[in-house]
């Protein structure tokens, strides 16, 4: 079984620090996604990455950057926190190819910016 | 422009009964794909079925059935005899060919009561 693995399942933090997301995956998975979730919004996607040091931008990249440095290890970084940034991140990764792949995901991480 | 809805926020039954859970897609591709998830309240998505736009064939697994009709856009989802393990959020998603990325509905949170 895939397993994702998100270093956090609750973090607090303040406005204006740099906050790292922590994402591992043991499949050798090509693909890593970062989504973030809110109530009514479903999950949309921040950055994806489909190989090391490889990086798209998704829907809503602004005040997010993202690190891919080993195959199964992806990171998201909150350059300067702000609340508008507290919310439920989800990473996921899967297979090479395209949208036809199942994407497996972590337990998420709960980041609350005060 | 790809979109995917679920216009049921919330849906509660009674152990036993069994519920539809309704994802209705928007894309002007022919080749495509569509998914469920399961998100318990663990957090976790939980990855259910994935159909591409070629296969209309319908799938039954255990108590859980999926409709796929392309005349009405529609990938409905029934589960038979509901539990309440089966209290969760439901994600549809559409993926398009020749990209990364999923379209996700916004999910319907499924409360089945003992």
């Known amino acids: 079984d895939v397993k994702v693995t998100q270093s956090s399942r609750y973090l607090v933090k303040r406005t204006g620090e740099k906050v790292f997301l922590e994402c591992v995956q043991d499949m050798d998975h090509e693909n890593m996604f970062w989504y973030r979730q809110d109530p009514g919004l479903g999950l949309r996607l921040i950055y994806f990455?489909?190989?090391?040091?490889?990086?798209e931008k998704g829907d809503i990249p602004e005040g997010y950057s993202v690190s891919r440095e080993k195959k199964e290890r992806f990171s998201l970084i909150l350059e300067s926190a702000s609340t508008n940034q507290t919310s439920m991140y989800l990473c996921?990764?899967?297979?090479?190819?395209?949208?036809?792949?199942?994407?497996?995901f972590g337990d998420g991480t709960r980041l609350s910016i005060l | 422009a790809q979109k995917v809805t679920q216009a049921q926020t919330e849906i509660s039954v009674v152990e036993k009964e069994d519920v539809t859970l309704d994802c209705v897609y928007e894309?002007?591709?022919?080749?495509?794909?569509l998914f469920w998830y399961k998100q318990p309240p663990s957090g976790e998505l939980v990855f259910l079925i994935r159909?591409?736009?070629?296969?209309?064939q319908n799938e039954i697994s255990g108590r859980y059935s999926w409709n796929f009709q392309k005349s009405t856009s529609s990938f409905n989802f029934t589960i038979t005899a509901s539990q309440v393990v089966d209290s969760a959020v439901y994600f549809c998603a559409l993926g398009a060919s020749g990209t990364y990325k999923y379209i996700f509905g916004t999910g319907t949170r499924l409360k089945v009561l003992a």
């Open positions: 894309t002007r591709d022919t080749t495509y794909y």
């Open positions: 159909r591409n736009s070629f296969d209309e």
């Open positions: 996921a990764s899967s297979l090479l190819g395209g949208a036809d792949q199942p994407q497996h």
């Open positions: 990455s489909y190989d090391v040091k490889m990086k």
